[in-house]
Every structure is written in structure tokens, then in C-alpha cells.
């Protein structure tokens, strides 16, 4: 079981706007920022999203971070075909002294 | 370019020992702090440790499942970092990533391809 939860899969049709949710606790997302990967299939994973709502230069605008409390939340907005990957919210465990992971939620582009 | 190239994976039997490298370039390896983050089969990113700067004292943290048996150092002369694993069990079997973190406290903004352990008898 992930410190941090996700639900396990997501979906949406090209176009739609889809969220993604992440939920933690005080010592982890209600202390310290969150961080998303996203994963192609067959690939490392790499960094989407830092600070909760910074997007790494390369990312397009259509990704989106938000923060609220203990749970944060990754929004991808006009979907695209290519956005089908695995997505993984993290964050410092203040009180784990370390790097904790959700689960994953895989995204499907029906 | 940031380059992280790990090797060091393979077959090990539960109980053995085995030590990862990470060669990094195309950035200032000294002033980074690196960490591992392994991934089974079909499963989700796990955090394994990380080990800072000289400026912070090469300090380190390991997960709970881990700690005790896995040791993360470097050779900032050879711009390298290790992962140096004993008592190894089945569920250590996984793509073992080495990452760059940002400036930015547990950011891991560069992902090296992985290498394969497998713990198996």
C-alpha cells in the first residue's frame, strides 16, 4: 500500500480535460511540495510537474498541478493520444525522512 | 546533456550481494544529490535512498524496507554513484533507477534507463 493515494486508472476521450487526484497526509503533501512523473509505456520515468503547480520547461500547458491541504491534484487539459502513460504523485515524508510515491494512475485515451 | 548510465544489475541469489553504479555526466555531479528509485514488474515507483552533497555532508536516507542492508555512496572524482546491496531478497527484484535531483529538495528532474536486478534461486 502507497503512502500517497491515487486511484489506479483514469480515462478520457481526445479533447476531454481529466483529473487526477493524489492524497496524503500532514507529515507528507501537508508539509512539503508535490512532485508528478509521468511514464510512457517502455520508458523512465520523468518529471511533470514540481512545486505543485511548476511545469519543468518542455511540458506543455495543457498540464496542470493545484495543492490543497493534504492532496493535490495533476489536471491534463485538450487530451491527447499521447498523454496515455502512467502518472505518479510524490513528496518528502517529514516524518518517514524520505521520498514518498502514490501508486500510479494509468491513463487511457479512449 | 544529462546522462545517468547505470549498470551493475543481473541475477543474484536471496542472500547475495550486489553493487550498482551510476555514471553521470553533462552536469556539476558534485553539487548534486542522486538518488535510487527501484520499480518492479508491472508496479509502481518505490524510493530506495538518496545521498546528498559534500556540501551536506554526503548525508543519506534509505526507505524502511531497505535500510540496513542497502548502502548509497559516491566517487565525486569519477562522477559516479553506487547502490551496494546485500542480504538480498526476492522482493528486491526490479528496474533500479538512478536519478539526479534538481536543485529543488526531492525533485528528481533527470531519470537514468534503470538496470535489472532479479533475486532469484
Known amino acids: 500500500q502507497s503512502v500517497l493515494i491515487q486511484p489506479p486508472s483514469a480515462s478520457g476521450t481526445p479533447g476531454q480535460r481529466v483529473t487526477i487526484s493524489c492524497s496524503g497526509s500532514?507529515?507528507?503533501?501537508?508539509?512539503?511540495?508535490v512532485t508528478w512523473y509521468q511514464q510512457l509505456p517502455g520508458t523512465a520515468p520523468k518529471l511533470l510537474m514540481y512545486?505543485?503547480?511548476q511545469r519543468p520547461s518542455g511540458v506543455p500547458d495543457r498540464f496542470s498541478g493545484a495543492k490543497s491541504g493534504t492532496s493535490a491534484s495533476l489536471a491534463i487539459s485538450g487530451l491527447q493520444s499521447e498523454d496515455e502513460a502512467d502518472y505518479y504523485c510524490?513528496?518528502?515524508?517529514?516524518?518517514?525522512?524520505?521520498?514518498?510515491f502514490g501508486g500510479g494512475t494509468k491513463l487511457a485515451v479512449l | 546533456e544529462v546522462q545517468l548510465v547505470e549498470s551493475g544489475g543481473g541475477l543474484v541469489q536471496p542472500g547475495g550481494s550486489l553493487r550498482l553504479s551510476c555514471a553521470a555526466s553533462g552536469f556539476t555531479f558534485s553539487g548534486s544529490a542522486m538518488h535510487w528509485v527501484r520499480q518492479a514488474s508491472g508496479k509502481g515507483l518505490e524510493w530506495v535512498g538518496r545521498?546528498?552533497?559534500?556540501?551536506?555532508?554526503?548525508?543519506?536516507a534509505y526507505a524502511a524496507s531497505v535500510k540496513g542492508r542497502f548502502t548509497i555512496s559516491r566517487d565525486d572524482s569519477r562522477n559516479t554513484a553506487y547502490l551496494q546491496m546485500r542480504g538480498l531478497k526476492t522482493e528486491d527484484t526490479a528496474l533500479y533507477y538512478c536519478?539526479?535531483?534538481?536543485?529543488?529538495?526531492?525533485?528528481?528532474?533527470?531519470w537514468g534507463q534503470g538496470t535489472l536486478v532479479t533475486v532469484s534461486s
Open positions: 512545486r505543485n503547480d
Open positions: 510524490a513528496a518528502w515524508d517529514d516524518s518517514l525522512n524520505g521520498v514518498v
Open positions: 500532514r507529515s507528507n503533501i501537508g508539509s512539503n511540495p
Open positions: 545521498i546528498r552533497s559534500k556540501a551536506n555532508n554526503y548525508a543519506t
Open positions: 536519478i539526479k535531483q534538481s536543485s529543488l529538495a526531492a525533485v528528481l528532474n533527470n
